[in-house]
């Protein structure tokens, strides 16, 4: 008689819960998961952010224990001596390695079948915490950020920390039995910033909850600029931090104003950042040079913003770069005519290169403001706009990171 096969057992990896796309990704591959049937843990080294009360139902949450920091560089150290002794006097801070310890002990307790992990410090964890506990697990890392891009850009405002990270990470995505990269172009980045072999490195679009956003769009919603529908609203929606470039899009609406009336909305930031409770300031402080104060809202984080995309006259990314664009995604999906910089990686693979919403150069306010004119002038067909969100849903992104998580054809990595 035959017995039932178990679904294998699947563990996610945070640094926290902030309302970021690489944490929202894992918490809709949770769900996803959990509705094929696998028991579904999600581990995190931090209980904080905005997300903290969005873990799907029958998930195992974990919250973590951080060990001391001489502890965690100690198990680091005999996870990957080889590394260790090549690059260990770069690492004088012990402290990104105190997730270690526990992490192997879930692993060793626990037995899950795959540990997939999304951002670069809890990639460089699991993949050593794999190799501490000596457990068969399989590491799968993520590649959400274009990094040759991040890194450049935040070297340039005197706050990378990739560059000492480099050879770590490519050592450890090199170990991790797969590295999923959220589109194309982050694929060809990740392969060429870290030397990886190419079959090593598989690209899946990001998974959207086609059908959950569809029904939250329609909830109600109270704000009352959005109640008049007689002057068009700009959303822009995001974390409150310079990769967003939130200023680019004050300055473009503030040349937009100049012509017509308008109104922006800025959906976003996290009160527990002291970094971007800062950003917000400045934004504010921005808005009232520009002389645009009167016509700029702030409403904070919204856990739905979809009844916000739904209504918006026209929705912008200002991003100087990305790994996908998530909320690209959720616009399309709510009908809302779009407008994104053509910034490294994701908008273009969305937008096809310009066919569902206008492209942008990075960093450019005047074209941005022009785009937008124009695009409040000739909005796209919504119809269209939604059919093509539909293409990118939860269902298919599920499925292709099952094969990459669970499949055998997957090879694994050698020491």
Not at 49 to 74: D, K, M, Q
Not at 234 to 244: E, T
């Amino acid at each position: 008689m035959n017995q039932r096969v178990r679904p294998a057992r699947i563990s996610f990896l945070l640094d926290n819960l902030t309302g970021g796309g690489a944490e929202k990704v894992i918490l809709n591959l949770a769900s996803g998961f959990m509705r094929l049937g696998h028991p579904v843990d999600i581990l995190v080294c931090k209980m904080e952010g905005v997300l903290c009360n969005s873990i799907p139902a029958g998930v195992n949450l974990v919250p973590l224990e951080a060990s001391s920091p001489n502890l965690g560089f100690l198990c680091a150290m005999r996870a990957d001596p080889v590394a260790f002794r090549a690059i260990a006097g770069m690492f004088t801070k012990r402290k990104p390695f105190r997730f270690i310890p526990p992490i192997a002990a879930h692993l060793k307790a626990g037995r899950p079948a795959v540990l997939v992990s999304a951002l670069p410090k809890s990639n460089i964890n699991a993949v050593l915490a794999k190799y501490y506990s000596g457990t068969p697990t399989r590491v799968v890392v993520g590649a959400h950020i274009n990094m040759s891009t991040q890194e450049t850009d935040c070297y340039s405002s005197g706050k990378s920390k990739l560059r000492y990270m480099r050879p770590l990470l490519q050592r450890c995505y090199r170990r991790a039995d797969a590295v999923v990269a959220v589109s194309e172009g982050v694929a060809k980045d990740i392969v060429k910033y870290l030397d990886l072999d190419r079959e090593h490195v598989t690209a899946i679009y990001n998974p959207i909850e086609t059908r959950e956003i569809e029904v939250l769009s329609h909830e109600p919603l109270k704000h009352p600029w959005f109640q008049q529908e007689t002057v068009p609203i700009v959303l822009g929606v995001g974390r409150f931090v310079d990769q967003k470039d939130f200023p680019l899009l004050l300055r473009a609406f503030a040349r937009l104003r100049q012509n017509r009336p308008a109104r922006l909305v800025l959906l976003g930031g996290d009160e527990s950042s002291s970094e971007q409770r800062e950003h917000k300031r400045q934004l504010i402080s921005l808005a009232t040079q520009l002389g645009v104060q009167e016509d700029l809202d702030m409403p904070g984080f919204k856990v739905n913003p979809y009844p916000f995309l739904r209504k918006a006259s026209v929705f912008v990314l200002s991003s100087r770069y990305e790994g996908f664009g998530n909320v690209l995604v959720e616009a399309l999906l709510c009908g809302c005519p779009v407008v994104s910089t053509n910034c490294p990686s994701g908008p273009a693979e969305i937008l096809a290169d310009g066919s569902y919403g206008m492209l942008v150069p990075v960093s450019d306010e005047h074209r941005l403001a022009e785009a937008i004119g124009e695009t409040l002038d000739n909005p796209r067909d919504m119809a269209v706009l939604r059919a093509r969100g539909e293409e990118i849903s939860i269902e298919n992104a599920v499925e292709r990171y099952r094969k990459v998580l669970l499949g055998h054809h997957c090879r694994t990595a050698s020491l």
